[in-house]
């Protein structure tokens, strides 16, 4: 320990070290639910390239094992700590190098807060779309780790297909170039992607180059009001099938809206079965909303209420964003549920999952990126009652077999973490498993890179 | 020998094999200049993934080389036998197992023909949009191996953006099943994106999961004519960096303007220094391409040429698709390069093309997908002339020494096969070099699949 510390002392400046035992824990975990997180030897905060490459090559040197963060909202347990590892935050690395439009390209830091990246891009025209719930404090070296999604995903895609290269320490402190500064490139095998979604169990990313798109027209949402989940769910595919492009098609189920009605206040239908809101970010979207209007009434809507201008469309996104939030308000305890389906079985994955409420005896509300069949089923418990915890465990797992068996997958865009790793077992079958090892090895031979997390 | 033969037979009917030395030599290389290919000990056209993995566990029970083939259309020999290998042609997997509107997808075998593909999504109203210069021949899985790009990148971007899940057999013939099927997934490491690009080395693709998008709009095209290609450049990066998104955006220089011309009577400006050609697939084509045009008129055009109907905009294309014959029908030899700069570097590489043609005395027409910064500098050379194939093998190495100072890469679409290996080393570095070894290790511990390619 002491030896650690003199080693880290040596070629880190005193300010990047934390080991005040009051302040260490509060650098031990993220925000996922029932996740262990161990005490951490010692937190350090680097500033530059060379100080990773310190922490990592005295890490390699002493065996100790080394957990990178963020900004700690992932969701998923991937950035816990370990007993008596080296906490890595990459939160002080937080600058902006380069903005380019005519390449449409970002080079950053691993510690810039994804909101101050959209906000310093938007200045040259320009938008850089994953926008995670959390993105006004999450960081993009988090985002990169967990692959983040975001309600934009349903047309601009997740954050895995805007990051073009990385610089990436690895476990022995050697850097890393991977990828490119270019709009295309094959040149070898793409070990970019390998590190998007790996929560450092790989390497520790300190810089990306990242792919930006030109802005878009401000969106205009509508919410339509449906009796059922499966009404719902069937305008969804008829919007899908009809070749529509919205920038947002969202779902809430009752349990949600009653929740975001209690918490905020917003005035949503109190007696509807399912919400559903999209967004059309066009050069005529009042066009489209009317377009989608009319299927979500084919589809059975009792109310379509387009926004008349973007004030409104941005109060219905509050609501939106705001589900998380008051579904956590709903008791002391939740656990987040990830679940990715091919659209075509979400009402069945909708329906399932208020089975599985109901076979458990508990308050479970979904929120959904209904247009990627990706549903974020939150199940409420007391933490308080162990009974009661270990029902909603059950259910959290009830609602990833559910999942599986409609051919989806564990997770959408949360990541595996600690939470799932026994799952991704079951995705991915043995052979699919041992080669995942194998990657890890090649890229961490003494497992000291976030260990127990993913596999 | 006969051992190979003898247990291949015990797991394939016979019409899955081909020994006549008098055919197997068709089978040995693919459209690449200048690169060695061997004799195959045989050729196996199989039509089951059962059949695929018998072959595999026949090479890895004899430590036989294999070389997985599509149609053979790659540039850069990624396809070429060796000596005494199984070439595994897996043009007979050609069915397409099924189209998904709502879920926009799409399973297919991969010998299924890539306008095959476009024919059979676009009557559900759907759209594959990697479009490769052979797209009328090459097969989807020879596009997953090479991750083809095309003409509409600038818009829709690579084959890799639209490959959600693979099955796999592995070099012992295991079968692996990677990926999704769902919009989003982020459950482990992304084994996927691995396989995209590898050129046949990791393992043998044997169905595909491909995502597709809405069909666009008839796209309309301007052509605009300039005095120089650092004119067309300088339209080029206006374009994009005030936001527009054209669905192609290519630039041919005046040697392959002339050769167009030569050889097909197109009619295109004989006297301009550069031709660029824009299309859009908006809802308001007429209003993008005036829009463009003005910005093509700033830069110095003299002359902007609108088509008036898509009849007239798929002439512009087909002179654009017929620029690689054209260039082709100059001399008895070509080389086609593939570099990537960042657009705003894409003056500079033109420019220096230009110059490396002149100090190595030959004539080299460059055509690019400008609009992505990835040129196809394509030399010509007198393949009966020794001494002139040296100086045309040394102008392409120029050229890629050049892409790597400008902050490109040696290969934006077309893959690294044998031709560009050696510069594959060059842009990795040694620690990018030593991982995909590592990588690669994983996946075929005895390198009996597709040797001597890639790294």
């Known amino acids: 320990m002491d030896d650690l510390l003199d080693r880290l002392r040596a070629g880190l400046p005193a300010e990047a070290l934390i080991t005040d035992p009051d302040v260490t824990p509060s650098y031990a975990g993220d925000m996922a639910g029932l996740c262990p997180a161990g005490t951490p030897a010692v937190v350090v905060l680097p500033r530059t390239v060379e100080e ?79 926008d995670p719930s959390s993105w006004e404090t999450c960081t993009i070296g988090g985002n990169i780790g967990t692959a983040s999604g ?3 995903c349903v047309k601009y895609g997740v954050t895995a297909e805007y990051v073009l290269g990385l610089d990436v320490v690895l476990a022995d402190g050697r850097l890393l170039s991977t990828g490119r500064r270019t709009a295309k490139g094959v040149a070898g095998y793409d070990l970019t992607r390998l590190f998007v979604g790996s929560e450092g169990t790989l390497g520790v990313v300190v810089r990306a180059v990242l792919a930006l ?6 969106p205009l949402a509508l919410a339509a009001e449906f009796a059922s989940t499966a009404d719902a769910c069937a305008a969804v595919c008829a919007i899908m099938e009809r070749g529509h492009t919205p920038s947002l098609l969202e779902l809430m189920d009752r349990t949600t809206v009653h929740a975001v009605n209690r ?10 079965g399912a919400l559903l809101l999209a967004a059309f970010d066009t050069p005529d ?101 162990p009974e009661e915890t270990r029902r909603a465990r059950a ?25 799932k790793r026994e799952w991704l077992a079951r995705e991915l079958g043995p052979v699919g498993l041992e080669l995942q090892r194998g990657v890890k090895q090649v890229f961490d031979p003494l497992g000291i890179l976030n260990p127990g997390k993913v596999l």
């Not at 259910?395 to 939470?419: K, R």
């Open 52 to 130: 990773v490459r310190h922490v990592m090559r005295t890490a390699t040197a002493l065996r100790v094992p080394v957990v990178p963060q963020g900004a700690r909202t992932g969701l998923s347990g991937a950035a816990n700590a370990v007993d008596g590892c080296i906490v890595l935050s990459l939160l002080r690395m937080d600058r902006i190098l380069d903005v380019s439009p005519v390449d449409r390209t970002a080079v950053v830091e691993p510690g810039v807060v994804n909101a101050a990246l959209s906000r310093a891009v938007a200045e040259h025209g320009l938008h850089y779309p994953p």
């Open 285 to 385: 979207p009042a066009a489209d909303l009317a377009a989608v209007g009319e299927l979500c009434r084919a589809a059975g809507a009792a109310a379509v209420v387009p926004a008349d201008d973007p004030a409104e469309s941005e109060l219905l996104l509050q609501a939106r964003r705001m589900s998380l939030p008051a579904l956590e308000a709903v008791s002391t305890g939740t656990m987040i549920d990830d679940v990715c389906v091919p659209r075509s079985r979400l009402a069945e994955m909708l329906d399932g999952t208020a089975a599985v409420a109901a076979a458990h005896g508990l308050t479970i509300g979904v929120c959904a990126h209904a247009g990627d069949g990706n549903t974020h089923p939150v199940v409420c418990f007391d933490r308080t009652d």
């Open 395 to 419: 259910a959290f797992d009830a609602i990833m077999a559910l999942g599986l068996e409609l051919g989806g997958t564990i997770t959408g865009e949360h990541g595996v973490g600690l939470l």
């Open 150 to 152: 975001g309600l934009c």
């Open 213 to 218: 798109r030109p802005k878009p027209p401000v």
């Open 263 to 272: 918490l905020g206040r917003m005035g949503l239908p109190d007696t509807t």
